[in-house]
Every structure is written in C-alpha cells, then in structure tokens.
C-alpha cells in the first residue's frame, strides 16, 4: 500500500513539472513576440522637393540626427503585431533650423504611420518625410 502511494505522488509531481515547463515556454514565446514589435532602429525617407531626391536615413531611437535644415529625432517605433497587413509606427520630432524665431517649436510632432501617412501629415515647403522600416 505504502508503495502504491509513492508512485502517485511521483506522478503526480511529473505531471506538475511538465505543466510549469509548458507554461514556461509559451510565456517565453509571448515575450519575444513582444520584444520584436519594438525597435530600436527607424528608416525613414526624406524627399528634398527642389532637388527631388530622395534619401533614406537610419535613425536610433533617442538620438537626434541633423539632415540639412532639418533636426529629426525618433523616440519610438514598434511593428504590428498581424503578417498580413503590417502597419509600422514611429513616434518622431522634426524642428527647422531655417526658423530662428523659436527653437522649441516642432514643423512635426507626433506619430507616423507607414501605411497611412496622410493620417499625421508632415508639413514642409522644402521636404516630404515618411516612414519606412522598423527594427
């Protein structure tokens, strides 16, 4: 009798580690999916209207990039979580240099979108900025 009782108990405690190892794996998938959705690299696209070129920057979330008259920051970007439809946001500042009335002012503050850029519009008379790449 004493034996019978031993070898559930063993059971027992195989079956309650094998469930904190499933959940273990499934909440490790779950965070990494997390973790890539957001970057610390944000592509973005400049087109000079005079000149209609067109380039593309690399900027790391947190630094401040110079790019002729314009002084461009992105602070955040993240990647949609669905495959199908991806949507790529970033949350970035632009100040003109060309304006010396007040330097806090921002020409673009806010959120851009990469499948909508009309949504949050940025407006310059010399550049067009959109979004590209998140990673």
Request: glycine share 2%; charged share 20%.
């Amino acid at each position: 009798m004493l034996l019978k009782k031993n070898t559930l108990v063993g059971k027992n405690n195989f079956k309650l580690i094998c469930l904190i190892c499933l959940f273990n794996f499934f909440l490790n998938i779950n965070s990494n999916s997390q973790n890539n959705l957001e970057g610390t690299f944000t592509d973005i696209k400049i087109l000079d209207k005079i000149s209609s070129k067109n380039n593309l920057l690399k900027l790391k979330n947190g630094e401040l990039i110079q790019f002729n008259d314009l002084v461009i920051k992105s602070l955040k970007c993240k990647n949609s979580e669905f495959d199908d439809n991806p949507e790529i946001t970033a949350y970035i500042q632009v100040r003109d240099l060309t304006n010396k009335n007040n330097d806090e002012v921002f020409v673009f503050n806010g959120w851009m979108f990469s499948s909508s850029p009309s949504i949050a519009p940025f407006d310059h008379p010399v550049y067009d900025v959109w979004l590209v790449k998140c990673y």
